[in-house]
């Protein structure tokens, strides 16, 4: 194993954080391995029967594992990197509309494929409030033995549009028609 991989990665921190362009570098860095890894990677300990769909349930994990878990979270976070461009166009299109009605009624709809689904996860599994600072949370201590947060500047746009979708959409409903909300509000 390169256990190098996993050194290489935690020392690409400065200040508890990690940038995207450092995490990008990595993942480029290390996109054979990974692949090449996570095709025929088994649970090294003998005794471990709970091998479910490719999950190893051994405690402590190996340095294999952690490093595919790892790649694959941070892998998530870079897709969704790769939208902070649109979210800041959008971002300059709310600003011009935003005391139009229609046109912020528009610029929901438009969005609303985005907001509800392709970025809620984004939400959920990687926005962590903790001492009134938003951080991009991937892993707590328990997987690496440290904190895993990349730097909200990063996404900084993208986190700034979800917040004013969401009021908008949810809160303010400025959208009453749309076909998932209609459908959240039955369950």
Known sequence: MKTSALNEFKSLQ?????????VEWWLMKYDDYFKSLNQDWYCPNKGCSMIIGGVCF?????NEFNFLELFKKLEVL???????????????VYYKVKDNPIKLKELVVKNEQIGCNGFFDFLIEFLNYCDNAILLGVFDQSV????V??????????IEFLDIF???????EIF?????????KRI
Not at 58 to 62: A, D, E, G
Not at 144 to 147: C, E, I, N, T
Not at 149 to 158: A, H, I, L, W
Not at 176 to 184: A, D, M, T, V, Y
């Open 14 to 22: 400065e200040n508890n954080l990690f940038s995207m362009a450092k």
């Open 166 to 172: 969401s009021e908008l959409f949810w809160e303010k």
């Open 144 to 147: 690496l033995g440290y904190d």
């Open 149 to 158: 947060f990349v730097d909200n500047k990063d996404f900084k746009s993208t």
């Open 78 to 92: 870079s897709q969704y990197q790769r939208k902070e461009e649109y979210f800041k166009q959008e971002l300059e």
């Open 58 to 62: 051994c405690n402590p994990k190996s």
């Open 176 to 184: 009453p028609e749309s076909e998932f909300l209609i459908e959240i």
